[in-house]
């Protein structure tokens, strides 16, 4: 009885099919729990990456090392100006490693992150503004 | 904002120095004949002081070479002093902040802290133009700032925003207080930055 019951489960596992998600996606998912933090923004325009600009409202790149089940995460942010670095990049790195794990599955072995740029809160300041 | 070799100088001045004191007071001694007076063995006064054949010490192949590695050896310690007068401004290359490097790494390069302190500084009345320098690592960081000020800007006033503002925010990003500042004051004739800004709350009616 239990063997045909465990031969009928295993024959339900191989029929709902399988799900292979994509190094890219992890990289948006990650990209997109560090644009959730308020003190943390990505770069916007340009073309190839040239003449881009710090934007608090843009998504930081985020490249992702797959082995497996298991991450490494390389992020590159920008962060507000003046916050505590050490602390703003742990919290980050710690928030990151738990969403990207909620939401994938995949364990976050590492998350690697290299501080871009630094711009204050009142960015404005000094500039001409459009009204 | 550059450093200069200055404890190098005084070093190898103080060397040589001492070494040219040593020599001229042997002289002396000799001159008046009391280095005689205290070691008969050495050379009397007014006598020659080399008194053996020069070409038989220096005639051998080896003693050539080994004046010849002396002076090339000189020569290039001479090269090197030189060479070391040239102003270097020894920036820090990035600043690792990450505690755990198992969990990951954290950088941050020096010169992104140093726009972010200039584009501070810039927003001071009567601030023409700032350049910033951070030395030292992250834990014992050091920051150089060359500040230009137009020549209407109360001076004082800009440093007191600099000491209270710019300087403790440098510090509270990096979580650790400064080993030294350093301040260059520049005046110039061009209008400051602020100066063009225009803050607003309000409608403008045309």
Not at chain 2, 124 to 145: D, I, N
């Amino acid at each position: 009885m239990n063997a045909t019951a465990a031969a009928a489960g295993s024959r339900d596992l191989d029929s709902r099919g399988r799900t292979v998600l994509d190094r890219k996606v992890l990289e948006k998912i990650a990209s997109q729990v560090a644009s959730e933090e308020s003190f943390a923004g990505g770069s916007s325009g340009g073309f190839l990456g040239i003449g881009a600009h710090s934007d608090f409202s843009a998504r930081p790149r985020v490249t992702v090392e797959l082995a497996g089940n298991i991450a490494v995460l390389s992020v590159e942010i920008g962060l507000l100006y003046p916050v505590p670095l050490r602390q703003a990049t742990e919290q980050l790195r710690r928030r990151i490693s738990e969403r990207v794990n909620a939401l994938t599955g995949v364990e976050v072995r590492q998350v690697d992150i290299t501080v871009t740029w630094l711009k204050p809160a009142d960015e404005y300041a000094g500039r001409r503004r459009l009204l | 904002m550059r450093q200069h070799a200055g404890a190098l100088n005084r070093t190898c001045l103080v060397i040589l120095g001492i070494l040219a004191l040593a020599g001229g007071v042997l002289i002396l001694l000799m001159a008046s004949g009391t280095l005689q007076a205290m070691n008969p063995a050495t050379v009397a006064a007014e006598s020659p002081v080399v008194t053996g054949d020069l070409d038989a010490v220096f005639g051998p192949a080896s003693a050539k070479a080994m004046v010849l590695v002396a002076g090339v050896a000189m020569g290039a310690l001479g090269l090197l002093w030189i060479l070391a007068q040239i102003p270097r401004r020894n920036s820090a290359d990035r600043y690792r902040l990450h505690q755990d490097p198992a969990s990951g790494t954290t950088l941050c390069d020096a010169s992104v802290l140093g726009s972010a302190v200039e584009s501070q500084i810039n927003t001071l009345p009567g601030v023409v133009g700032a350049s910033a320098l951070l030395r030292g690592t992250a834990t014992e960081p050091e920051l150089a700032m060359k500040v230009t000020v137009n020549n209407r800007a109360d001076i004082q006033d800009v440093l007191h925003s600099i000491n209270t503002r710019v300087i403790p925010d440098l510090a509270t990003a990096l979580e650790t207080p400064l080993r030294r500042t350093g301040i260059q004051l520049e005046v110039s004739g061009r209008n400051a930055i602020s100066g063009t800004t225009v803050e607003t709350t309000g409608t403008v009616v045309y």
